[in-house]
């Protein structure tokens, strides 16, 4: 029994006390909600208060936007009245210029009948002055015109020619002048050296033993040489000496350079021979390539194409009429330097221009085109400038000259090229030559003979003096030398001298 009253007494305990924490909950819970309400009317306030301000903000902002766009329509429409009142002035000066007009144009019509008036006076005038003067003259007015227009024709052509001569003659006085002391300038200032090749090379040996180890058992070292290499070998009587024959300079040094490796090394047979070759053209080929780049550097060349650069290099192993290609362009960019800084002209593109003039000359393939637009076209292909492209072009004439380095290109090419030993031409194509210029002057009527003179620089043409007259001599003379210039091709220039000798001759009896 008492444990058990024991055990209610625990129970009433637990109960009272769980009730007990129910209700602090509840208080706590009561004190929590009563908080978040405070906090929660806190934040409401302050929000309306911030919504307050802002509408405020946005109205003031609203209220500025709204005079400033009211200024600026009123600031409009001032200046539209402006105009308005400008326009209407202007109305009114039309309308006062219109009127003045309409009595100008009354004026002018009055006049222009008056004039009309008179004009026909003039022609019954005229008229019956051409009839009594016809019928005095026995001519009809056609004709007389047709004479008169002769005559004055005539007389212009006269005085035409002669105006001509004279300002022909001052301004070659004066250009030749100036252009002599330019060219002169520049040839005194540019010296290079005359390279003239020819087809064969020699190449010199130690003694005649080493002919025959060039030659080998049954000609088999010489015909393994010349299959590798492309060149003709002459071993003859000559004593210390192999000749070299090939019309490809390149070819020639290639054998050259072999041979020289293979004497030196004592080892001469078919496998080696190949073997030296192909290491020989190898290095010419850098050998090349080197050349054009010092070549470049030399003349202060910048930015050329590597492909432009290494067929700069194979100048040097091409030659035109004998002279040494690489040296005569270099001589041609050195001139056209000099001569573009005494005419204010750019210096470097005339050398650039100079020296890849004859660029064309160099492929190995050899086209039906024109050295001159090969060239273009490849200096095309590898970005060159436009004045560089026509100076190259029209060196020779095949294109139009477009810029004022071309000219100078040509005569700084014809300066390089035919002045005294720099070239040799061959007999037949100077006796070719010589004959078309005394041809192209029998061709003209009342000329007696002709001679090409001076190694074909100057061309004396005899003329009948019965047939031609001193101003037809002029005439002659100027397209004589018209023709030349466009249908012939020469180094330098000729000069057309038209001679006329009138003879009286009688006898005494």
């Given at each position: 029994?008492?444990?058990?009253?024991?055990?209610?007494?625990?129970a009433?305990?637990?109960?009272?006390?769980?009730?007990l924490?129910?209700?602090?909950?509840?208080?706590?819970?009561?004190?929590?909600?009563?908080?978040?309400?405070?906090?929660?009317?806190?934040?409401k306030?302050?929000?309306?208060?911030?919504?307050?301000?802002?509408?405020?903000?946005?109205?003031?902002?609203?209220?500025?936007?709204?005079?400033?766009?009211?200024?600026?329509?009123?600031?409009?429409?001032?200046?539209?009245?402006?105009?308005?009142?400008?326009?209407?002035?202007?109305?009114?000066e039309v309308?006062?210029?219109?009127?003045?007009?309409?009595?100008?144009?009354?004026e002018?019509e009055?006049?222009?009948?008056?004039f009309?008036?008179?004009?026909?006076e003039?022609?019954?005038?005229?008229?019956?002055?051409?009839a009594?003067?016809?019928?005095?003259?026995?001519m009809?007015?056609e004709?007389?015109?047709?004479?008169?227009?002769?005559?004055?024709?005539?007389?212009?052509?006269?005085?035409?020619?002669?105006?001509?001569?004279?300002i022909?003659?001052?301004?070659?006085?004066?250009?030749n002048?100036?252009?002599?002391?330019?060219?002169?300038?520049?040839?005194?200032?540019?010296?290079?050296?005359?390279?003239?090749?020819?087809a064969?090379?020699?190449?010199?040996?130690?003694?005649?033993?080493?002919?025959?180890?060039?030659i080998?058992?049954?000609?088999?070292?010489?015909r393994?040489?010349?299959?590798?290499?492309?060149?003709?070998i002459?071993?003859?009587?000559?004593?210390?000496?192999i000749?070299?024959?090939?019309?490809?300079?390149?070819?020639?040094?290639?054998?050259?350079?072999?041979?020289?490796?293979?004497?030196?090394?004592?080892?001469?047979?078919?496998?080696?021979?190949?073997?030296?070759?192909?290491?020989?053209?190898?290095?010419?080929?850098?050998?090349?390539?080197?050349?054009g780049?010092?070549?470049?550097?030399?003349?202060?060349?910048?930015?050329?194409?590597?492909?432009?650069?290494?067929?700069?290099?194979?100048?040097?192993y091409?030659s035109s009429?004998?002279?040494?290609?690489?040296?005569?362009?270099r001589?041609?960019?050195?001139?056209?330097?000099?001569?573009?800084?005494?005419l204010?002209l750019?210096?470097?593109?005339?050398?650039?221009?100079?020296?890849?003039?004859?660029?064309?000359?160099?492929?190995?393939?050899?086209?039906?085109?024109?050295h001159?637009?090969?060239?273009?076209?490849?200096?095309e292909?590898?970005?060159?400038?436009?004045?560089?492209?026509?100076?190259?072009?029209?060196?020779?004439?095949?294109?139009e000259?477009?810029?004022?380095?071309?000219?100078?290109?040509?005569?700084?090419?014809?300066?390089?090229?035919?002045?005294p030993?720099?070239?040799r031409?061959?007999?037949?194509?100077?006796?070719?030559?010589?004959?078309?210029?005394?041809?192209?002057?029998?061709s003209?009527?009342?000329?007696?003979?002709?001679?090409?003179?001076?190694?074909?620089?100057?061309?004396?043409?005899l003329?009948?003096?019965?047939?031609?007259?001193d101003i037809k001599?002029?005439?002659?003379?100027?397209?004589?030398?018209?023709?030349?210039?466009?249908?012939?091709?020469?180094?330098?220039?000729?000069?057309?001298?038209v001679?006329?000798?009138?003879?009286?001759?009688?006898?005494a009896?």
């Amino acid at each position: 029994m008492d444990l058990i009253s024991v055990l209610a007494g625990l129970a009433g305990g637990g109960t009272v006390i769980f009730v007990l924490q129910n209700i602090v909950l509840k208080n706590k819970k009561e004190q929590l909600i009563r908080a978040a309400e405070l906090e929660g009317e806190s934040i409401k306030q302050d929000k309306i208060l911030q919504a307050k301000e802002k509408f405020l903000k946005l109205k003031e902002e609203h209220e500025v936007t709204f005079k400033d766009k009211e200024r600026r329509l009123q600031s409009t429409e001032d200046r539209a009245r402006a105009k308005e009142k400008t326009l209407s002035q202007k109305i009114e000066e039309v309308a006062r210029k219109e009127n003045e007009l309409e009595k100008n144009q009354s004026e002018l019509e009055l006049r222009v009948e008056a004039f009309h008036l008179k004009h026909q006076e003039l022609e019954k005038i005229q008229e019956k002055r051409v009839a009594e003067l016809s019928r005095i003259s026995g001519m009809t007015a056609e004709d007389a015109k047709n004479l008169l227009m002769e005559a004055l024709k005539d007389e212009a052509r006269t005085g035409a020619m002669t105006y001509i001569k004279d300002i022909t003659d001052e301004a070659k006085l004066n250009a030749n002048m100036e252009a002599k002391k330019i060219v002169i300038q520049s040839i005194q200032r540019v010296a290079t050296e005359q390279a003239v090749e020819n087809a064969v090379s020699i190449f010199n040996i130690e003694s005649d033993e080493v002919k025959g180890r060039i030659i080998g058992r049954e000609g088999r070292n010489i015909r393994a040489l010349e299959a590798a290499t492309g060149v003709e070998i002459i071993v003859d009587d000559t004593p210390e000496a192999i000749i070299l024959s090939c019309f490809d300079p390149v070819r020639r040094e290639i054998a050259r350079l072999a041979l020289h490796q293979l004497v030196s090394d004592g080892r001469i047979h078919p496998a080696r021979i190949e073997e030296v070759v192909a290491k020989t053209k190898k290095q010419l080929e850098e050998e090349i390539a080197e050349t054009g780049r010092r070549t470049c550097m030399d003349l202060g060349i910048h930015g050329l194409h590597p492909d432009l650069t290494r067929m700069v290099g194979r100048m040097k192993y091409r030659s035109s009429y004998g002279q040494n290609l690489l040296q005569h362009s270099r001589e041609v960019a050195n001139l056209c330097a000099t001569m573009a800084a005494e005419l204010g002209l750019n210096v470097k593109l005339a050398k650039r221009a100079g020296l890849l003039h004859d660029i064309g000359k160099v492929p190995d393939d050899e086209p039906e085109l024109p050295h001159a637009i090969l060239g273009m076209k490849i200096a095309e292909k590898y970005g060159e400038k436009q004045e560089v492209l026509n100076a190259i072009g029209a060196h020779h004439d095949e294109i139009e000259m477009t810029t004022l380095i071309s000219p100078i290109v040509q005569v700084c090419d014809a300066v390089s090229g035919a002045r005294p030993g720099a070239r040799r031409e061959i007999v037949e194509a100077y006796i070719k030559r010589i004959k078309e210029l005394e041809s192209l002057a029998l061709s003209y009527d009342g000329v007696s003979s002709a001679y090409a003179i001076q190694a074909g620089r100057e061309l004396r043409v005899l003329v009948e003096a019965d047939k031609i007259t001193d101003i037809k001599a002029d005439e002659l003379s100027f397209t004589i030398s018209q023709r030349i210039q466009t249908e012939m091709t020469y180094p330098g220039q000729v000069k057309v001298t038209v001679i006329r000798e009138k003879r009286s001759v009688n006898y005494a009896k």
